[in-house]
Nanobody, 121 residues
Framework: VQLQASGGGLVQPGGYLRLSCAAS????????MGWFRQAPGKEREFVAR????????YYADSVKGRFTISRDNAKNTVYLQMNALKFEDTAVYYCAAGWTPSWRAVNYDYWGQGTLVTVSS
């Protein structure tokens, strides 16, 4: 499966963005989808994941209550709604697809190219 992330940009603290990740290939609904991010000089970290059906989600503590992951299997797309953005949310955000519900990047087999989110005043 090929993944194409989009929606990044420059936003002020407290603002919001919605990232999208469009997938090609089938069956999209069979994949667990995850979002990860990597800030400059830091390791890639888990942000959120969603089950194939969309009925189960899991978040990193750092984004819980501010970010929401969702998916539309009819459109082969997963979303990350990011609210109340903070300076420390600045990173390149990657979407990923895998078969195993996990927070570990190694468990995801397919990766998008990343989209840059910059939170700055």
């Amino acid at each position: 499966v090929q993944l194409q992330a989009s929606g990044g940009g420059l936003v002020q603290p407290g603002g919001y963005l919605r990232l999208s990740c469009a997938a090609s290939g089938r069956p999209f609904s069979g994949y667990v989808m995850g979002w990860f991010r990597q800030a400059p000089g830091k390791e890639r970290e888990f942000v959120a994941r969603i089950s194939g059906s969309g009925d189960s989600t899991y978040y990193a503590d750092s984004v819980k209550g501010r970010f929401t992951i969702s998916r539309d299997n009819a459109k082969n797309t997963v979303y990350l709604q990011m609210n109340a953005l903070k300076f420390e949310d600045t990173a390149v955000y990657y979407c990923a697809a895998g078969w195993t519900p996990s927070w570990r990047a190694v468990n995801y087999d397919y990766w998008g190219q990343g989209t840059l989110v910059t939170v700055s005043s």
